[in-house]
């Protein structure tokens, strides 16, 4: 585009007669052109609006085209005036190509007229070019017709999902008649720092209503007539597409079109039913809607994921468990396997988690108690994804009660779940062996060994059927005792009574019901083993290397192979056996100092071990696991005095859990390792509390804990 208007002299025009005259000469045309010289733009020419159109809409766009011989790139320069006023150029700004947008709307019925000027890089000029006129609209024009539906087909089926609709281009209804009066001739202006051609475009005959006839360099043909003016274009459409027809809520809504169709960039919904009509717009108002059509889109390539629904836990569940698994429900209408992109965290700040193919739940490890988390999820196709809603939900805090407080009880005490998570807890009662156990409205008791001074170190166990079983101390006797319930009766025999036996006995049911326990025989300071074998109870040691076997803690591999995880208080070292089928292992866990007491173990889904421990150096709470080829060994807690009661279980991921008894601030604490580190908080610290605990994980691997408060000498229940 030309910034700035040329300067045009008569050395830069050549006529016909001048060149001729020259060739007569003698003079060679190469020699005058020059090979390889520049040659200027041709002529342009009038594209839009015709030269001489009438009704032209008083926001149209000026367009042209021009050709270079040298197909040289061009600029152009724009000129237009109204008959008989001064002539404008354009900006350049408003210039674009071969077409001119108007500063401002023209006059209505007004006769303009307007030329272009054509420059190729070397400031070349067109030769000059005629100066082109039309006649814009009746400002007293009327609403265009209502448009009529072509495309899609009212009724049809099977529709593209980007279907292209197309509606006739309607007109201007008649306006009135026009008078043009006499037009005074133009002459083409000198653009300003420009020096004047010596050519000039050609004058069109101008004929007004009164019959006169004029010329001028720069004027152009209007005729008026009785006749009506002319029809006109709409200059806007408006396209309405809904689902429904009352079109509350189109899903195509435009009203800027100026075509006479539009297909849309975005695919309508599939197998959907839609309705669509169009209205026209121009100056003078609009026509209203056309009739409404429909037609129904074809089925997608691919269906989407549904989605994602059915929580559970259900959106805005309180008291939800912290070991809750997350679960939902989605489906394709193709059948395609689906992926699941899962989004959680605290209420407000859910993040990705991980990806799960074709699994419809996840476990986001213990969970926080007394907080809300938000989640959602993604589900994928492979094609496209479907996002579903946020959920929410809030975890219970620790539920803490206590279970017996008739007397001094629960100074010894042992706790199992059930099938239905309900704990069964026996426990030490002023002497005697009770049983307490929660039926799903209120916790039941029994006395089941009232014989002599019994229920020390004391074990439970829940056979495949529910029913109990118990390993004590009867301290009375200086037994081992075992009792189970038949389902009619507790069965009670004495195990071994080879000495002072039976003290730290530590229970286990292998898979066919049949009792293994691990105890200390304190008369010779060993770590003993004995099993049912179907019709006897098989009795011997495991090791007898100094004193060893306090605080025995027994677990079953998958094998029914005994594990035992138990103190070496002649070294004070953390030992570890197990029976290999052949023979009985035994190796030194933890070393280091005056170490493991209190060891609690159980076995991962991998059967290795892993064992809490007191580190009585530094009165820590230690933590030791086989990790396949070696024990890899930290710490779980350093703040007081720990470790001295603590009770241990890993869940089906590995990850380990341990209730522990703080000494120095007379409190139960908890602390597991399932979110990577370890994280510790409070249970109970409403007195002295916390002794003895017995730690198990239900279904949803929430912890339950029996313990003893020894201030108040009773036995307490905390679930999580």
């Known amino acids: 585009m030309k910034a700035n208007s040329k300067s045009i002299t008569p050395q830069m025009i050549l006529t016909g007669a001048a060149l001729l005259s020259l060739l007569l000469a003698g003079g060679c045309a190469d020699d005058l052109l020059g090979v390889g010289q520049n040659r200027p733009p041709g002529e342009p020419q009038c594209v839009n609006p015709e030269d001489g159109a009438t009704g032209v809409s008083v926001n149209t766009l000026l367009e042209w085209s021009c050709q270079d ?10 000129f237009i005036a109204p008959d008989g006023g001064d002539w404008v150029q354009l900006d350049d700004a408003q210039i674009s190509g071969e077409t001119a947008e108007l500063p401002e709307p023209l006059d209505f019925e007004t006769l303009y007229h307007w030329y272009v000027r054509a420059y190729d890089p070397s400031d070349e000029m067109s030769e000059p070019a005629e100066n082109w006129s039309f006649t814009t609209e009746s400002e007293t024009g009327s609403a265009p017709d209502t448009p009529s539906l072509i495309e899609p087909a009212d009724g049809s089926t099977d529709v593209p999902l980007r279907p292209t609709f197309r509606w006739s281009a309607t ?13 005074p001739a133009l002459s083409v202006p000198t653009p300003v720092d420009a020096t004047p051609s010596t050519t000039s475009p050609t004058a069109p005959v101008l004929t007004t209503s009164d019959g006169i006839t004029t010329t001028g360099p720069a004027s152009a043909a209007a005729t008026t007539s009785a006749d009506p003016s002319p029809l006109s274009p709409a200059d806007t459409y408006h396209l309405q597409v809904d689902d429904d027809d009352a079109f509350g809520s189109p899903e195509i809504d435009l009203s800027d079109l100026t075509d006479a ?18 209205m026209a717009v121009n100056a003078w108002g609009d026509s209203g809607w056309s009739d409404v059509w429909s037609f129904t889109t074809e089925p997608p390539d691919n269906y989407p994921p549904d989605e994602p629904s059915n929580p559970d836990p259900p959106d805005g569940a309180t008291g939800v468990s912290p070991g809750a698994d997350l679960s939902w429900d989605c489906s394709d209408a193709d059948g395609d396997s689906l992926s699941f992109d899962v989004y959680w965290g605290e209420d407000g700040n859910p993040i990705y988690q991980t990806t799960l193919d074709e699994v419809y739940t996840w476990d986001p490890g213990l969970m926080d108690s007394g907080t809300t988390y938000e989640w959602y999820i993604v589900a994928d196709d492979g094609t496209d994804t479907t996002e579903g809603p946020s959920w929410t939900f809030t975890t219970r805090d620790w539920s803490i009660e206590t279970v017996d407080s008739s007397g001094t009880v629960g100074w010894s005490s042992s706790l199992a779940l059930d099938g239905s998570d309900y704990p069964h807890i026996a426990y030490t009662a002023d002497g005697t062996l009770k049983y307490a156990y929660w ?16 229920g020390w170190y004391i074990s439970i166990q829940l056979d495949s059927s529910g029913h109990p079983h118990i390993a004590y101390f009867d301290n009375t006797n200086d037994d081992l005792k075992y009792t189970r319930w038949d389902g009619g009766a507790w069965q009670t025999e004495t195990v071994d009574s080879g000495g002072l036996v039976g003290e730290y006995t530590s229970l286990e049911l292998d898979s066919s019901d049949y009792a293994h326990i691990a105890y200390f025989d304190t008369s010779n300071d060993d770590l003993k083993y004995a099993r049912w074998d179907g019709s006897t109870w098989q009795i011997e040691s495991v090791d007898t290397g100094g004193s060893v076997g306090e605080y025995a803690s027994l677990e079953l591999d998958s094998s029914d192979y005994a594990h035992i995880a138990y103190y070496d208080s002649s070294n004070y070292d953390l030992k570890y056996a197990y029976w290999d089928g052949g023979a009985w292992q035994t190796e030194t866990v933890d070393s280091s100092g005056f170490i493991g007491k209190y060891p609690s173990l159980d076995l991962d889904s991998s059967d290795y071990a892993h064992i809490a421990y007191a580190d009585a150096n530094s009165d820590d709470l230690k933590y ?8 890899q060994i930290e710490t779980i807690a350093t703040a007081g005095f720990l470790g001295w009661h603590n009770s241990l279980t890993v869940d089906s991921a590995g990850n380990a859990y ?4 703080d000494n120095s601030n007379e409190n139960l604490r908890f602390a597991h390792n399932s ?23 239900d279904s949803l691997d929430a912890p339950h804990i029996a313990y003893y408060n020894q201030g108040d000498e009773d036995l307490k229940y905390a679930v999580k």
Not at 171 to 183: D, S, Y
Request: hydrophobic share 35%; aromatic share 12%.
């Open 624 to 631: 030791a696991r086989w990790d396949g080829s070696a024990w």
């Open 171 to 183: 007109k201007n209804q008649p306006g009135p008649v026009l008078g043009v009066p006499p037009r």
């Open 439 to 454: 039926d799903g409205g209120a916790w039941q008791f029994e006395t089941v060994d009232d014989s002599a001074s019994v």
């Open 69 to 78: 011989p040298d197909n040289d790139e061009l600029t152009y320069e724009v």
């Open 658 to 661: 341990v209730a522990y008894l």
């Open 675 to 697: 979110g990577g580190g370890w994280q510790t908080e409070l249970v109970d610290n409403a007195g002295y509390v916390g002794q003895t605990p017995s730690l198990r994980l």
């Open 261 to 278: 169709e539009y297909r849309p960039d975005d695919q309508l919904p599939a197998e959907t039913t839609l309705y669509w009509r169009v």
